[in-house]
């Protein structure tokens, strides 16, 4: 009895440290999620990060609840095999149908990027939010729940963008076909007033240009991305599991061949993507 004792005394603050120094597992169902893993390099330079891109399946914005989830959990799985400190869902999608299960799965903190988004909608604007995702994300409503349960009198107003997506990743961003599609999709929530704009996807911090252009300059754009970042300093603050010296390296996996993700990954990371392995899961 003694020696257990001994050893938990011993060896707990040892675990913790060690716990410190773990990477944070971050995925996607492909390229999007690099934008949640620019903002966490930008907030946390000195974590360590592990990405996995479900490239073999993307997208998840235009799939089943039922096969998000399933995805999800076998993307968390991989991660979690990788000894990550805790979970990041960088897809708006897998964070709108999959997060009960992957909390109750999982026994690590899981963080998806639509609660700090919502969070970071209702701090600011007169309630009147307007909010943009894959259909998937749309269909569930979960965005409007949360931000419900926050703000119970909000008003919100919510738009399916599917083709978003295929522009980000043609580098469209700046096309004029881009501001054209954003005048279409948005237009019902310019004509139901609203004063914020939640970017529900992952890819859509690239088109803020087009976006801005369209809605004005009085209209509120929250990245959930950015929101998500702070979040998760937050939560390793007060879990005292920050990284306590500079590990600062990312390695990155995708389920697919890489050449694609590499090539048009940069875009979304900001920076050039040094190595990616292909990995097999599920
Ligand atoms: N990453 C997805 C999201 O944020 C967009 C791409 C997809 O449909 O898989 O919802």
Redesign the pocket.
């Known amino acids: 009895m003694g020696r257990l004792l001994v050893s938990f005394v011993v060896c707990v603050p040892e675990r913790f440290d060690f716990m410190k120094q773990q990477a944070i597992g971050v995925f ?3 390229v ?2 690099l934008t949640v893993c620019r903002e966490l390099i930008r907030s946390l330079p000195k974590e360590q990060l592990i990405y996995l891109g479900d490239t073999a399946r ?5 799939k089943s609840p039922a096969t998000v989830t399933q995805y999800a959990l076998e993307a968390a799985e991989f991660l979690c095999q990788q000894g990550v400190k805790l979970l990041v869902v ?5 964070s709108a149908v999959a997060l009960p299960k992957l909390r109750e799965t999982f026994k690590l903190p899981v963080i998806g ?1 639509l609660e700090p988004g919502a969070r970071a909608a209702i701090a600011s604007g007169d309630g009147r939010i307007g909010v943009v ?2 259909e ?2 749309i269909n569930s409503g979960s965005y409007e729940r949360a931000l419900r349960s926050i703000a119970p009198e909000a008003a919100v107003f919510s738009a399916a963008c599917p083709l978003f ?1 295929p522009l980000a990743e043609e580098g469209w961003a700046a096309h004029r076909v881009a501001r054209q599609i954003a005048g279409e999709y948005l237009a019902p929530l310019l004509a139901a007033r609203i004063d914020t704009l939640v970017l ?4 859509y911090p690239l088109l803020q240009d087009a976006i801005r252009a369209v809605v004005g300059a009085e209209v509120r754009l929250v990245d959930s991305a950015a929101a998500t970042a702070i979040e998760v300093a937050d939560l390793l603050e007060e879990a005292d599991l920050s990284a306590d010296r500079l590990l600062g390296a990312q390695r990155f996996f995708v389920t697919d061949v890489p050449t694609r993700f590499k090539r048009i990954g940069a875009g979304f990371l900001g920076a050039e993507l040094q190595s990616v392995e292909q990995v097999h899961i599920g």
Request: net charge negative.
């Open positions: 996607d169902s492909g999007g999620g993307v997208p998840y914005g235009t960088a897809c708006n999608t897998a990027v995702g894959t998937g994300t997506v529900g996807c992952t890819h």
